[in-house]
Nanobody, 120 residues
Framework: QVQLLESGGGLVQPGGSLRLSCAAS????????MAWYRQGAGLKRESVAV???????SYAASVKGRFTISRDNATNMVYVQMNSLKFEDTAVYYC??????????????WGQGTQVTVSS
């Protein structure tokens, strides 16, 4: 079993910054893609940023230039630095990972989510 634990959410004013962290633990041989998704109230869950095991990144158009995803393969961590936050960034942010288990099968996991609220 694998657990993803997010941290770093909170309340921030427009224009402010937050850094979210996600720690993966459990029966992990390696991790392929890692990503951050978000879901605003009444909205569908959407992809925010993705990073491959090799470090290739991609971003939603709405956050490009403001958010930066990174990872530490040695510690199975993924981060997202969020700058110039806007009201519309308010959402629950979820960590997502494609994990290769000890038996070399591939599994997909979600974290429990962390709330980010942008408000003045």
């Amino acid at each position: 079993q694998v657990q993803l634990l997010e941290s770093g959410g909170g309340l921030v004013q427009p224009g402010g910054s937050l850094r979210l962290s996600c720690a993966a633990s459990g029966s992990i041989a390696s991790i392929n893609a890692m990503a951050w998704y978000r879901q605003g109230a009444g909205l569908k869950r959407e992809s925010v940023a993705v990073i491959t095991s090799g470090g290739t990144t991609s971003y939603a158009a709405s956050v490009k230039g403001r958010f930066t995803i990174s990872r530490d393969n040695a510690t199975n961590m993924v981060y997202v630095q969020m700058n110039s936050l806007k009201f519309e960034d308010t959402a629950v942010y979820y960590c997502y990972a494609v994990v290769v288990g000890i038996g070399r099968n591939e599994y997909r996991y979600w974290g429990q989510g962390t709330q980010v609220t942008v408000s003045s």
